[in-house]
């Protein structure tokens, strides 16, 4: 290419450049094809060299779906990438997981594209181009046995959540009848406040007989509880309560009936391992049933299944386990070491480096469901006499409430971790135990700073 540069009205000498080539970058996955999902239509490129029309659109319902899969086949594609559209992208990942395709559910927020237009088709491309550059990672999905599991259970927790609202109605109508029972009673759902509801739902109205109905275990005399019931009651009030205590009943029926199945599936799992279990001791935590737990013998299960016993672990419970394993799974093959778990988990500090210094050091936000029972689980041993209720004391000391949260998590986290990968029972200590280990660590440290012998 010659170049002629003019400069004051003086004819420089021409300058011959040779065309550098633009860099490249090469294919990983050269059978590769990417998805845009929709609600209505699915958006799908592949290479150009594979097919002349290299974008195309399918509709979503189940034929179409698999008349897509049928076209990949016939351009030889062998891996696709998709973004975690809301659940839209559930449908076709099975049917081409089940087809034998190498699927990448792709987060979100690695699919950010240059500013400029955006459209389906340019989306799609954009999808394929990275995919087949190499430069996306598939999110992590537990073995498919789990993901079953996790379909029951997330749908249990649905079910508590709406049943919850109609205990919040039933609350509603007795302030508003003025029958003070939740003062009185510390839960309206226990046996006393049960008996009292059914009723008044019955057409019982005389303060004294209504608590009659007090449990022995209650803390409030019959005296106080039959003041508290001195009220007004209203036409429409009572039948408000008499509706929010037939739907409580039904999600309670519904409830039971999702606790059935799941303890059918549990029982139906294979166990993870071959040896003689000893008997399970659940002496350590005997008092630790939520009214929200399942109904069934769920510790005994998971510790026939497992064989090792991880609702022993501070700060779990039956439930919380049962929540762990189906968003994990059982082998973490997908972790190699605890690092990397509590990493995934975003119990670990992400570090923002540049120039050889950490500029930023913070836990990204993310909504992680395990990550979120460990915060919970670190919440309920703060106040604990155990190993990590005196850690998170220690830290919160130093740097608040929120920041010890995350890393009594992770250091909970870190203890599923190697009890799960390597069977290993848990061993609980005590906080004057752990102070004091820490007491040892300390006089070490000092002595090998001071250089004393």
């Given at each position: 290419m010659h170049l002629t540069i003019l400069l004051g009205g003086a004819c420089m000498k021409p300058v011959t450049e040779t065309p550098r080539e633009p860099a490249t970058m090469p294919l990983v996955n050269a059978h590769a094809a990417g998805l845009d999902i929709g609600l209505a239509e699915i958006w799908v490129a592949i290479s150009a060299d594979r097919d002349p029309q290299a974008v195309r659109s399918f509709a979503t319902f189940t034929p179409d779906l698999h008349a897509l899969a049928d076209w990949l086949s016939a351009c030889q594609v062998t891996s696709v990438a998709m973004e975690s559209t809301g659940v839209y992208w559930i449908p076709i990942y099975e049917i081409l997981e089940a087809r034998g395709f190498e699927v990448y559910l792709v987060n979100a927020r690695h699919l950010k594209n240059v500013p400029g237009r955006k459209s389906d088709v340019q989306d799609c491309q954009w999808i394929q181009r990275l995919h087949s550059y190499g430069l996306l990672s598939a999110s992590f999905r537990p073995e498919a046995e789990m993901v079953a599991l996790r379909a029951y259970l997330r749908l249990r927790a649905d079910l508590i959540a709406h049943r919850a609202a109609h205990i919040q109605h039933m609350q509603k109508a007795l302030q508003q009848m003025n029958l003070q029972l939740t003062q009185v009673l510390k839960d309206i759902t226990g046996v006393t406040g049960q008996q009292i509801i059914r009723a008044i739902v019955a057409g019982e109205?005389?303060?004294?007989?209504?608590?009659?109905?007090?449990?022995?275990?209650?803390?409030?005399?019959?005296?106080?509880?039959a003041k508290a019931l001195t009220g007004h009651y209203r036409a429409e009030h009572l039948f408000a309560l008499k509706q929010a205590l037939n739907l409580y009943d039904a999600y309670t029926a519904q409830i039971q009936e999702c606790d059935q199945e799941l303890e059918r599936q549990f029982s139906a799992l294979k166990p993870t391992h071959d040896d003689k279990l000893p008997p399970l001791d659940t002496s350590d935590?005997?008092?630790?049933?939520?009214?929200?737990?399942?109904t069934y013998d769920a510790r005994s299960l998971l510790y026939q299944w497992l064989g090792v016993d991880l609702v022993a672990l501070d700060g779990l419970n039956a439930g919380s386990v049962q929540a762990l394993l189906t968003e994990v799974g059982t082998r973490l093959d997908a972790f190699p070491t605890e690092k990397h778990f509590c990493s995934w988990l975003h119990l670990a500090p992400h570090n923002d480096i540049s120039g050889g210094q950490v500029l930023r050091s913070r836990t990204l936000k993310a909504q992680n469901r395990a990550g979120q029972i460990f915060r919970l689980a670190a919440q309920s041993v703060s106040r604990t006499n155990t190993e990590f209720g005196a850690f998170f004391r220690k830290v919160r000391a130093k740097h608040g409430a929120k920041k010890a949260i995350v890393a009594t998590a992770h250091k909970i986290a870190r203890t599923f971790y190697v009890m799960l990968k390597h069977r290993t029972p848990y061993r609980a200590r005590s906080a004057e135990q752990y102070s004091e280990r820490e007491r040892q660590r300390e006089i070490a440290r000092l002595t090998k700073n001071c250089g004393f012998a």
């Amino acid at each position: 290419m010659h170049l002629t540069i003019l400069l004051g009205g003086a004819c420089m000498k021409p300058v011959t450049e040779t065309p550098r080539e633009p860099a490249t970058m090469p294919l990983v996955n050269a059978h590769a094809a990417g998805l845009d999902i929709g609600l209505a239509e699915i958006w799908v490129a592949i290479s150009a060299d594979r097919d002349p029309q290299a974008v195309r659109s399918f509709a979503t319902f189940t034929p179409d779906l698999h008349a897509l899969a049928d076209w990949l086949s016939a351009c030889q594609v062998t891996s696709v990438a998709m973004e975690s559209t809301g659940v839209y992208w559930i449908p076709i990942y099975e049917i081409l997981e089940a087809r034998g395709f190498e699927v990448y559910l792709v987060n979100a927020r690695h699919l950010k594209n240059v500013p400029g237009r955006k459209s389906d088709v340019q989306d799609c491309q954009w999808i394929q181009r990275l995919h087949s550059y190499g430069l996306l990672s598939a999110s992590f999905r537990p073995e498919a046995e789990m993901v079953a599991l996790r379909a029951y259970l997330r749908l249990r927790a649905d079910l508590i959540a709406h049943r919850a609202a109609h205990i919040q109605h039933m609350q509603k109508a007795l302030q508003q009848m003025n029958l003070q029972l939740t003062q009185v009673l510390k839960d309206i759902t226990g046996v006393t406040g049960q008996q009292i509801i059914r009723a008044i739902v019955a057409g019982e109205r005389n303060p004294v007989t209504l608590a009659q109905l007090r449990d022995k275990r209650c803390k409030h005399s019959s005296d106080e509880i039959a003041k508290a019931l001195t009220g007004h009651y209203r036409a429409e009030h009572l039948f408000a309560l008499k509706q929010a205590l037939n739907l409580y009943d039904a999600y309670t029926a519904q409830i039971q009936e999702c606790d059935q199945e799941l303890e059918r599936q549990f029982s139906a799992l294979k166990p993870t391992h071959d040896d003689k279990l000893p008997p399970l001791d659940t002496s350590d935590k005997r008092n630790t049933h939520s009214k929200n737990g399942p109904t069934y013998d769920a510790r005994s299960l998971l510790y026939q299944w497992l064989g090792v016993d991880l609702v022993a672990l501070d700060g779990l419970n039956a439930g919380s386990v049962q929540a762990l394993l189906t968003e994990v799974g059982t082998r973490l093959d997908a972790f190699p070491t605890e690092k990397h778990f509590c990493s995934w988990l975003h119990l670990a500090p992400h570090n923002d480096i540049s120039g050889g210094q950490v500029l930023r050091s913070r836990t990204l936000k993310a909504q992680n469901r395990a990550g979120q029972i460990f915060r919970l689980a670190a919440q309920s041993v703060s106040r604990t006499n155990t190993e990590f209720g005196a850690f998170f004391r220690k830290v919160r000391a130093k740097h608040g409430a929120k920041k010890a949260i995350v890393a009594t998590a992770h250091k909970i986290a870190r203890t599923f971790y190697v009890m799960l990968k390597h069977r290993t029972p848990y061993r609980a200590r005590s906080a004057e135990q752990y102070s004091e280990r820490e007491r040892q660590r300390e006089i070490a440290r000092l002595t090998k700073n001071c250089g004393f012998a």
